[in-house]
Structure formats: C-alpha cells, structure tokens
C-alpha cells in the first residue's frame, strides 16, 4: 500500500496559498547563472573586489552544501548574511504532499509562488531508486500544451513555465529529502562522493514539453552538471522531447546532455493522434534532426521512448516500422508499457506482446528494454504526473513571462 504524508502548514490550504500570495517575493539566488549572481550582489552593494570572492562563497552553500537558510552560512559574517537575508531568497518551495510507493518510488507535489496575480502553482516530481542508482524526474512546467493522448499530464492545460530556480529547486528538495547533502555540522570541505549519492541520474521527463521552455531548462542543467557544484555529469542527464524540432540541435550544442525522443508510432497518421506536435514537426523532420544530433554515437545514442498500447501501436508491423524508421541512428528504444489513469481511452498492451515486440527489436540490433512500471499506486509513473493548478489568464500569464525575463537577464 502506497503511503501519503501530508506535509501541509496547520493553516488550511486555502488560508495559507492567501498568505503566500500576499507575500511579498524577493528575487531567489538559486538558478542564476555565476554572473547573474554577480550582478545581483552588486546592485545590493557588494564591493566590486568581493564580487568573485562572495559568488564563489554562494555557489558553494547552495549548491555543495545545499542550505536554504543563510543564517547557515557560517563562514560569511552576520551582517553581511542579514543583508543577503533582506534582499533575497534561497527557501525551498512548500512541500505539500510526500507520497511512497510501494516500490519505494517518491512523490513530492511543490507549491511555488505565483509571482504574480493569482495563485501559487504546483508541479510534481518523482524519485525512482534502483539498483546501483537513483533517477529523479523533473518537470519543467506547469501543466503542458501537448495534449498527448495517453497522457495524463497532458490532460492539464498549461498554466506556465518554471524558472530555472524552480526547476533546480525540484533537486535540491530531493537531495534534502533524501539525506544527499552533507549534514551542517559536518567539516565545510566535505561532500557527497559521486559513488554515494541517493540521486545520481536526472531526466527532464516530468511535467510539459522541455524544449518549449529552453532557456530556463538550459540554465538549470548547465548549473546541474556544473562541476564546482551539483556536478552531476552529463551523460546521467537526459532531456526529453516529443519532437520540438527547431531546438534539438540547440540542446546538444548548447547544453550537451543526453537525448530522449517520446516517439511511440512510426507512422504519421498515428503519431498525430497520439502526439498532437507531429502535425508541426512530422516523422522526417524529427528523425532528420536525430540523425544530426551533436556528438551523436554508439557511446551516446538516442533513447525513444514507446508507450505500449493495446491494439494501437503494438502490432508486428509497427516493429517492423520501427527498425526502419530508426536505420542508421545510433539508439535505444525503451517499451513503456502503458500507465492508466482516471479516465484514459487506452489499454497496455498485453505482457506477452510486449516481449514478442522487443525481441524483434532486439534481433534487428537495437537493445529495446521493457521499463518496469515503478509507482502506479501513487500515479507517479510515466504520463502519470499532474497538478491541480488553474491556468492563468491570458494578460496574466504574459505579464508574468516579462517578470521572468527581467528578473533573470534573459
């Protein structure tokens, strides 16, 4: 039996999402890029010959040492924590559910501030622990614009993206959670060693399209794979699209991280069915983008992503489709058998199928493993994920991208 902690303030929902949206919000610290970080010390009248000194010092607290207080900072003297205390932010978001599978997946829902008219909004992220590692799946925003059919998440219309600081929080929440920080009192120079971590892997795989949202996605995961940071390397980082094509290319050059492709038909006809965006970006112009992925090779192939569908897409044929849609692509196909939810119009396929599907798969050269359904009780698995939160009007949700902007230098 999944187990629910309810982590929620004694106030009532209600009461306090109106305390948070009263709230006057001070800019965070966590997700500006090092010069960024400059530029917000000096506008707070930091020294210019401190500038590097006092980014290096924030850099490690947070990303290293992992405090969401600066009162914790304890090599930075009082006053100059109070000022930082006044002028900015580093608290994580509200958890306001904690739910535990019964094979041991994780599910927090966050609550971050609406900054902005309106309401907080809530986005889900999702531990997966396995042998020899951790993957965390982290969402990228609030709500989606796809309205993939066999999807959950695609069911919640967009309210709006995340920030980098909101995509990077999802990590520091869960390394908090699950104890990969090193404890406060422990020596300043200790860390985590890589070998050691609960969270060892990351992949963009979580709520909305990753692409429509580049630049925050960008600056979180540069800062991610930082190595004077986070540190996590790039090949545990996998970003995953459903095909937004003109930003493919742009994700390898500029970011460097593995690719995902949720592809899950070969032809077109079904694929605009199933994943609305391939009336935009069609199959050749998807694996035309594929095939001229930066740095793309048998060390660092694609991995497609195959939602399993009863009757849909799981036939012989379709197999068939899919080596030859694929030929000449360095890549790994993952069979997802299909996750249901509330109200889906689909089936999984059957167990029996499924293997039938891989094994041609695999006998025509491309490793095709079936991924074990993890947390179905708490409906964290994939194409699961979803949030309660309303969309934002139309004026609002603009003005809060103009928010966005200026206040990250974008």
Known sequence: MAVSLDLTHPQTR??????????????????????EMGDALR?????????????SQLWHWLYIRGV????????????????????????RPKIIEEQVSNDGTRKWLLQFPSMGAGKPVEVETVYIPEEGRGTLCISSQVGC????????????????????GEILAQLLVARDRLGDFPDADTPQGAIVPLEGRKVSNIVMMGMGEPLYNFDHVKKALLIATDGDGLSLSRRRVTLSTSGVVPNIQRTGDEIGVMLAISLHAVTDELRDEL?????????????????NYPGLSNAKRITFEYVMLKGVNDSLEDAKGLVRLLKG??????LIPFNPWPGSVYECSDWEQIEKFADFINANGYASPIRTPRGRDILAACGQLKSESERLRKSER?????????????
């Open 68 to 91: 969401s207080d600066f009162s914790e900072m304890k090599n930075l003297s009082k006053d100059f924590r109070q000022i930082l205390a006044d002028r900015f932010d580093i608290a």
């Open 329 to 334: 692509i360095p890549a790994k196909i993952n």
């Open 275 to 291: 994943v609305p965006i391939n009336k935009k970006y069609p199959l050749k112009d998807l694996m035309d983008a594929c095939r």
């Open 398 to 410: 603009l003005a809060l991208e103009a928010m966005m902007i200026a206040g990250h230098g974008e």
């Open 43 to 55: 506008e707070a009248g930091v020294a210019e010959k401190q500038i590097r000194m006092r980014v």
């Open 14 to 35: 209600a009461e306090t999402d109106a305390l948070v949206a009263k709230t006057p919000l001070r800019p965070s610290l966590v997700g500006l890029s090092r010069e």
């Open 145 to 164: 614009t796809l309205t993939c059919s066999f999807c959950h998440t695609g069911t919640q219309k967009l309210v709006r993206n995340l920030t980098a």
